[in-house]
C-alpha cells in the first residue's frame, strides 16, 4: 500500500466593503470565505502568538459524492503558553514548543520532535525541531503534523482534595471534514429509541436488550440495583 498523499488548506473569514444598492454612499462589510492551499513547510508552521486560520484541513485529491475533496480537519482546544524566549541559549533545546502547529513533509530520519537526550546538553540538542522546517514542497505529499497542546495551572485551594478536570483539559480534535458523505453517526447499531409505556427489556422495542443473546463476545452484566449507603455508614 503506497503513503497516501495530502495539502493543507486553510479556511477563514474576511469582509470586504460592500456598497448597498438602494443606499450608494453606504457601505457594509460583507463576510466571505476565504479559501487557500499552503505550499511551503515554512507557510504552514504557526508560531506561539500568530494568527491560526480557523479551519485547518488535510486535504486530499479524492472527492465524495458531492465533489469536495475529502479531508481531515485539525483543530486545537488549547495552547501551551509561553516557555522560553528565543534568545536563550538553551530555547533550540524544545523549540518544537515555538509553535501551535506545524505542517512538515514526512521523513524517516524526522521521527520524533525532541529527544531525551536534548536535556543532557540542551546547549547542542541531539534533536532540533526548527531544523525540520526549511521551506519544502507539502502539496500532495506525504505530511505530519506536530501539534502542541497545553495550559498553565497554578495550583489553588479548589485543588483540594483533587483537582477539578473542567477546565483543566487539554488537546485537539482530528475531525473528518467532507470526508464522509452524510454524518456516519445515523448508521451507528446501539442507537436505540423506545416509548416510555414500551417495556424496554423487550427486545422488540430494545435491540440492545438480547445482545448477550447475539453476540457471544458480550459480557452477561447482571442488573444493578442500588440499596442507599445503609449498609456501609453507621449512623
Known sequence: MG???NSIMTQDMKF?????????EAKIQRPKVVRSVLE??????????????????????????????????VQIVSFAGDYLPE???????????????????????EGESSSIYNQNDPWNPTVTFSDFINNE??????????????????????DLPNTATTGNAVGFFLRP???????????????????????????????????PETASCAPKMPPFTYKGFKNLVNL
Not at 533550540?92 to 506545524?102: F, H, I, Q, T, V
Not at 514542497?137 to 479548589?158: K, M, R, Y
Not at 448508521?187 to 414500551?198: A, E, R, Y
Open 3 to 5: 503513503r497516501i498523499h
Open 16 to 24: 470586504d466593503p460592500f456598497n448597498i444598492p438602494w443606499e450608494p
Open 40 to 73: 511551503t513547510e515554512n507557510q504552514a508552521a504557526f508560531e506561539l502568538h500568530s494568527k491560526v486560520p480557523r479551519y485547518i484541513h488535510f486535504s486530499s485529491n479524492a472527492t465524495n459524492k458531492w465533489g469536495h475533496p475529502r479531508s481531515y480537519r
Open 87 to 109: 534568545e536563550s541559549p538553551v530555547e533550540k533545546a524544545m523549540g518544537w514548543a515555538r509553535y501551535k502547529l506545524s505542517v512538515t513533509k514526512r521523513k524517516d530520519e
Open 137 to 158: 514542497d507539502i502539496q500532495n505529499q506525504d505530511l505530519v503534523a506536530w501539534i502542541t497542546v497545553g495550559f498553565l495551572h497554578i495550583p489553588h485551594s479548589e
Open 177 to 211: 471534514y467532507n470526508y464522509f458523505d452524510i454524518d456516519p453517526s445515523v448508521n451507528s447499531p446501539d442507537g436505540v429509541f423506545f416509548h416510555s409505556k414500551q417495556n424496554y427489556e423487550s427486545c422488540e422495542s430494545n435491540p440492545i436488550a438480547c445482545l
